[in-house]
């Protein structure tokens, strides 16, 4: 639905504003086009615009997913198959995906996951120390860690 401001934008002033949305920080193809639909121009313009900044590498869904994995890992603390199905649901391709995941670097991931096994274990109220890690893993996994990875960390005598 196109706001009442942008109702009165030319084509070149879109372009200008989403160079600008693009350049503030990566962006995929998908986020691109859905704020595009915001605006009151003509279908061809749009896709015009959105050819120019694919072109003119404002936008790519290789760098975005890249960002993201990175993000997603070091800020969020996510695991890397909540990180994939977001991605999946950015539009982004599966080799992409997958090729960013590999580009993660594993020992990073691992004591990221040790960090949110940790903060959590402070939280965590159970009877005995089988019931801590249960809720621990059940946790990490829900956060997308992966089920091997979270037990093989918490099987090495983890402390918290």
Not at 66 to 72: D, I, M, N
Not at 89 to 105: N, R, T, V, Y
Not at 129 to 143: C, G, I, N, S, V
Request: overall charge positive; charged content about 35%.
């Amino acid at each position: 639905m196109p706001t009442k401001t942008n109702k009165l934008l030319s084509p070149d002033q879109v372009l200008d504003k989403m160079a600008k949305y693009c350049a503030y920080q990566e962006r995929c193809v998908k986020d691109v086009t859905d704020k595009l639909k915001t605006f009151d121009i003509s279908p061809k313009d749009k896709d015009e615009i959105l050819n120019y900044l694919i072109d003119n590498r404002f936008v790519s869904n290789e760098r975005f997913a890249r960002a993201f994995v990175r993000g997603k890992i070091n800020q969020s603390g996510w695991g890397l198959n909540k990180i994939r199905f977001h991605l999946i649901q950015k539009g982004i391709d599966k080799e992409i995906i997958e090729e960013s995941l590999q580009g993660a670097d594993e020992e990073m991931y691992r004591l990221r996951l040790i960090e949110v096994l940790k903060s959590k274990a402070k939280t965590v109220k159970a009877e005995n120390d089988f019931e801590k890690k249960r809720k621990l893993a059940a946790y990490a996994m829900q956060r997308g860690f992966e089920a091997s990875l979270v037990w093989e960390i918490l099987k090495e005598d983890f402390e918290d």
